[in-house]
């Protein structure tokens, strides 16, 4: 069987059942060819790779994570071990988050109508993986970037991904809770902290259930730990620095409590929402709100 015909098998089987997408695919073909794809070592830019026949051994291999992928509903990144984001494939397992945070199209487009200069010094604050902080240091070459994670396990992953990118000079991580062992400034800090209340996580599809908690809940209905960067961050921010926070759905609730204050949620062409951008001054003149 050639591979294009193998996928739409996969695909089949995916539809038959509900799984839950959302972890670098929206639907059962994307994420069949992901499968498929990855677990053979193929190129998604080769035409030849669609047309490479299969072998009856391989599909057992494959055969046993879509028994995994249906049966346990672990999400195809951690069963392959790889993810994608901005472009570039990283070492993705369970001790980290599955990487889909729309921070990476805003990377790509060197954050367009936001930033208008390079960033020397840039903090992934909630690296996880470390895909956001290293994204942004292959985009701005010249730049140092910091990975920030509460989590021993996520900044062991978050090192290998920068072994994997040549980054080492560049790149570092430290471990602290949010801000509290971070001593230095930076023109721009990136976070996608934890943002979902323990109530709504509970309720989330099987799949979420692979990834770290620690990654995705946080109290005070999922604004804990995004309202506490926004009060402390501007001590971290260069005088024309700048944050980028994801608040995900947590941008109806957030937007709510802050009414008064002109929060600027940023688009997005590839899918994406709960994204804003605010200046150091505005962190300053909005600080006592935080709370
Ligand atoms: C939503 S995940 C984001 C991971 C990665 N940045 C991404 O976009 O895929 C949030 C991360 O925040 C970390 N985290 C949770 N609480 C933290 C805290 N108090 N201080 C620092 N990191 C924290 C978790 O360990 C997790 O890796």
């Known amino acids: 069987m050639r591979v294009c015909d193998y996928i739409n098998v996969v695909a089949a089987k995916f539809s038959a059942q509900h799984l839950s997408y959302g972890h670098g695919t929206d639907n059962p073909y994307d994420e069949a060819s992901?499968?498929?794809?990855?677990?053979?070592?193929?190129?998604?830019?080769?035409?030849?790779?669609?047309t490479r026949s299969v072998s009856a051994?391989?599909?057992n291999q494959i055969?046993?994570?879509v028994r995994m992928r249906i049966i346990?509903?672990?999400?195809?990144?951690?069963?392959v071990g790889r993810a994608w984001f901005a472009g570039r494939e990283y070492f993705c397992d369970s001790r980290a988050l599955i990487p889909r945070s729309p921070i990476a199209e805003l990377i790509q487009n060197e954050f367009a109508g936001v930033l208008d200069f390079a960033p020397q010094q840039i903090l992934d604050l909630c690296c996880g993986g470390g895909c956001i902080g290293i994204a942004a240091a292959i985009q701005y070459p010249r730049a140092q970037v910091d990975l920030v994670d509460i989590s021993e396990d996520a900044l062991a992953l978050s090192k290998k991904n920068i072994t994997l990118h040549n980054l080492g000079s560049r790149v570092q991580t430290s471990h602290s809770n949010l801000f509290m062992k971070v001593s230095k400034k930076f023109d721009l800090i990136l976070a996608n902290p934890p943002y979902v209340s323990s109530e709504e996580c509970d309720a989330l599809?099987?799949?979420?259930?692979h990834e770290p908690r620690l990654g995705l809940v946080s109290d005070d209905e999922g604004l804990e730990l995004p309202m506490s960067i926004l009060k402390d961050a501007e001590r971290f921010l260069t005088e024309n620095g700048v944050l980028i926070l994801?608040?995900?759905h947590s941008h109806l609730v957030l937007s709510e409590r802050l009414k008064d204050i002109p929060l600027l949620w940023l688009e997005f062409g590839m899918g994406g929402e709960?994204?804003?951008?605010?200046?150091r001054a505005e962190l300053v003149q909005y600080k006592a709100r935080f709370v």
Do not use: H, Q, W
């Open 205 to 209: 599809p099987m799949e979420y259930g």
């Open 57 to 59: 051994s391989e599909i």
């Open 274 to 279: 709960g994204v804003l951008a605010i200046r």
């Open 63 to 65: 055969e046993t994570l």
């Open 72 to 79: 346990n509903r672990t999400p195809v990144a951690y069963l």
């Open 34 to 50: 992901f499968l498929v794809y990855a677990k053979l070592n193929l190129d998604f830019n080769t035409e030849e790779s669609a």
């Open 246 to 248: 994801e608040v995900g």
